[in-house]
């Protein structure tokens, strides 16, 4: 059993290329919200909404008041804990070990009853101790030997001790010596992991997980990186996974107690467990051990190990919050968002800070990156807009009821006094959210001397997109049209598909008014002419001409997904006037269906989909007319967007539940069976029990022999 996992099957062969699948980006929305209220990264608002559970394993938000102040509560408390996570974590990564220990007595005293992480602690404050070289720093570091140090190995763990009488040479081995028996005790890089242990320890403790979106994206991306790696494909969001999400990972909390005893757990939770963060199986029997083998507490801890870029994680959320319409501002760009473009995107212009005066020059340049130069009706097309931008410059209610960004701010300082108890939640949160007001009145002072001019053309371009994105939400679609044709004539010139579905919207209603005369005329003037120029539309015309003699009041809405329309509407225009989608679209577009191939080669759905919210991101619309509508839309307005070149097995028929296309039926037991003697990935087992009937046995013979 101990001999090397025998090499897995080539994969197999190359399809051609397929474009990503449509994103719900109305469930993205929410993710969102949920990450920026549960990081405060937006200044509260009384009249908020309440926001989305930001743990998985929490409740769905109800309308009663109990549960409304209850889930507050709750994501209150878990700010508070993962704030002083992040402080323990940099007072060790300072190596100021007194600091942090004062922080778990005063905050989360009963991490401190696990004597393995206490004896760690108090043998690297010896040797920061021994570190300082002063006499009294050096009679403080045998002081710690004597009361704390000695004390705590004997009943810490059973290798404790010699570790105890490895660390005394410290004492006489110079830290700059590299040659010395203690190199790695002196080692910085020691600080660092026993931060990293600590947090994993205490965010389990304290229930303090991340946000959903954070544990998405951390899971997304690396099976994306599996998925490419395998498939032996190049990912065209390769600069940005790997930026966003390091490499190496938090060490492991290891449970207390060990057990020779076979541990008492599902062999599919730990297989689940383990291809899931890539984990070896005596990993995932650990992590099963120290969530008392609740597979999704095992998971989130798994999931938050993994380090996350969140300066960088800011930038994408706030890009896709502005061009989402969640928050104010459309030029208040984070410092370093535009960096994030210059390796994937053209260049685009981004604000102007001349003024209304250059509005003609801004358009002028934009239309040259579109078309190469900038002519008289290019110019006529631009005045057009600026005039309907002038339009919005004195009526944008809409931008003051978005929330205001306030950025993550340094909540570090707490009142050591203050414990993280129940009794004491109150007096904690007053002082935070004390410590935000005057954070956020100092940044908007800043903000305030810094964007006095900042209502120009580009600020303008977004809230006249998300006028036609809001009206088009609300089934408004005749109008959308006649805006947009005010606008800029050549639009829809570019997007019949577009045309097509906003037409099909203003048919739809007239039919559910019941006024089947004006709906012909739309259908005769509008929809015929342009299925009969693109020969994939006469299908979903057909259907639409069905309703007329379908009395149906959801009639609309069982027809077209009103956001998805609105959504693709908002990409064409963004596009159309120079404005990139936010890198957070195509890292969530490429990652969502780099999971739906992954898992086809898997031959089985994903336990955590659901959880993470993923199948969410996935989900369109009820109606399979317009699922297959609004998949014609996205091919044809996400032109540009990222898409990556996909090798699939070819054994998953369609987008549906996992099916088995060979002759031989695989035994889910004999998958298992194969996966844990063999270490092998869920698609290689099933590749060699294929190969021999379906026989486990016959496979693990063959391969030792």
Not at 201 to 206: S, T
Not at 380 to 396: F, G, K, N
Not at 647 to 673: H, M, R
């Amino acid at each position: 059993m101990d001999s090397p996992p025998p090499p897995p099957p080539p994969p197999p062969p190359a399809q051609p290329p397929q474009s990503p699948p449509p994103v719900n980006w109305e469930a993205l929305d929410a993710l969102v919200l949920d990450f920026i209220r549960s990081d405060r990264l937006v200044q509260p608002s009384p009249a908020a909404s309440p926001s989305p559970p930001s743990s998985p394993s929490s409740t769905s938000t109800t309308t009663t008041t109990d549960t409304t102040a209850c889930s507050s509560s709750s994501s209150s408390s878990s700010y508070r804990s993962r704030l002083l996570i992040r402080r323990a974590r940099r007072a060790l990564e300072a190596g100021e070990v007194d600091a942090a220990l004062a922080l778990l007595r005063a905050h989360a005293p009963a991490a401190l009853s696990d004597h393995r992480l206490l004896f760690h602690l108090h043998k690297q404050r010896f040797v920061e101790l021994v570190r300082r070289g002063t006499v009294a720093d050096r009679e403080a570091a045998l002081d710690c030997l004597r009361k704390a140090l000695a004390p705590c190995a004997l009943d810490a763990y059973p290798e404790a001790y010699e570790e105890f009488k490895h660390i005394l040479l410290v004492l006489i081995f110079d830290k700059d010596d590299q040659s010395s028996p203690v190199a790695n005790e002196w080692s910085i890089q020691r600080r660092s992991e026993l931060a990293g242990l600590l947090s994993s320890i205490l965010r389990a403790h304290l229930q303090a997980y991340d946000p959903i979106l954070s544990m998405s994206l951390r899971y997304l991306i690396s099976i994306h990186k599996v998925f490419c790696s395998r498939q032996g494909i190049s990912s065209p969001i390769s600069d940005l996974t790997e930026r966003l999400l390091f490499e190496d990972r938090d060490p492991p909390a290891v449970p207390q107690e060990y057990s020779l005893e076979a541990p008492p757990f599902d062999e599919v939770d730990v297989q689940a467990l383990a291809h899931a963060v890539e984990l070896t199986r005596q990993g995932a029997v650990d992590s099963l051990k120290f969530a008392k083998g609740d597979l999704y507490q095992a998971f989130q801890n798994e999931l938050c190990r993994m380090k996350l870029d969140l300066s960088l994680l800011d930038k994408l959320v706030h890009e896709y919050c502005i061009y989402r319409g969640i928050i104010e501002g459309g030029s208040d760009v984070l410092p370093g968002t535009a960096e994030l473009k210059c390796s994937q995107n053209n260049d685009v212009s981004l604000v102007n800070k001349q003024g209304a005066h250059d509005e003609t020059r801004l358009d002028c340049e934009m239309s040259n990156n579109q078309n190469g130069d900038c002519s008289t009706s290019d110019v006529a097309h631009q005045e057009s807009w600026s005039r309907r931008l002038r339009r919005v410059r004195s009526s944008t209610p809409g931008q003051r009821r978005r929330k205001r960004w306030r950025g993550r701010v340094n909540d570090l300082d707490y009142a050591c006094e203050s414990s993280l108890d129940d009794n004491k939640h109150d007096s904690l949160s007053s002082a935070l959210d004390m410590d935000e007001d005057t954070s956020i009145e100092k940044q908007d002072m800043v903000t305030s001397s810094c964007l006095t001019d900042t209502r120009n053309v580009h600020n303008q371009k977004y809230e006249v997109i998300l006028e036609m994105r809001d009206l088009t939400r609300k089934g408004m679609a005749s109008k959308v049209v006649e805006e947009i044709n005010n606008m800029d004539p050549q639009f829809f010139s570019q997007n019949p598909i577009l045309l097509f579905q906003l037409k099909q919207v203003e048919f739809l209603k007239l039919v559910a008014d019941g006024d089947h005369a004006a709906a012909l005329k739309v259908a005769s003037t509008n929809l015929g002419p342009l299925a009969a120029n693109d020969q994939s539309l006469l299908k979903p015309l057909k259907e639409t001409l069905v309703t007329l003699i379908q009395p149906n009041e959801d009639v609309l809405t069982n027809a077209v997904s009103l956001p998805v329309l609105a959504s693709s509407l908002q990409v064409a225009m963004s596009r159309r006037l120079g404005i990139e989608e936010p890198q957070l679209m195509k890292i969530v577009r490429t990652t969502i269906h780099t999971h739906t191939e992954w898992f086809k080669l898997q031959m089985c759905k994903d336990r955590f989909e659901h959880f993470l919210k993923i199948d969410s991101l996935k989900e369109l619309d009820p109606s399979v007319g317009s699922r297959n509508m609004s998949k014609a839309l996205t091919d044809d307005c996400g032109n540009g967007s990222s898409q990556i070149t996909t090798c699939s097995s070819g054994k998953v028929p369609d987008e549906g539940s996992p099916q088995f296309s060979s002759e031989v039926a695989c035994d889910e037991n004999a998958i298992l069976k194969v996966m844990e003697f063999l270490a092998l990935p869920r698609a290689d087992a099933i590749q060699l029990l294929t190969q021999y009937n379906g026989d486990a046995e016959t496979v693990i013979q063959q391969i030792f022999q």
